[in-house]
């Protein structure tokens, strides 16, 4: 019997802590604002649904007014936007040198190819390094090269 009143006590325990769960959970569906662009004017772009059949309406253009429509494509229902936004694709992009994404030390990469004639213009040393930037930014074909005596890079 005592055995029974444990299990049960757990049990209840087991079930208040997912009801304690599952509220945290909807507290978080429901909470669909962003906290951090609470500061942008850009309003968020969410799914609109047909209030007749509950099926998503789908953005359109009408041409004769060159507005943007939310139509459903079960019935003939159709809403005017207000916001003329669908997608907007933010680009980040960073203009840096590349010569400050090159690591510390890589003229001791026994892996690099190394050249025999590259005059350093820091030094006047002939071995370097030499490697293609690997990174998207980069759509040239220049070589970077890195001394083997001071570490001093150049691109050529």
Known sequence: MADYDMDMAEN?????????????????????????????DVKALLMKFCPHDASMLYPQEDKRTRTLRYACRLCRYSEESDQPLIYRNTLKTEVGNILNSVPANVSDDPTLARSQNANCPNCGHYEAVFFQPSDSRSDTLALIFVCCNCDYKWVN
């Open 12 to 40: 209840q325990q087991h079930n208040a802590y997912q009801d304690g769960a599952e509220e945290e959970e909807e507290e978080d569906i429901l909470d669909m604002g962003d906290e951090d662009n609470k500061s942008s």
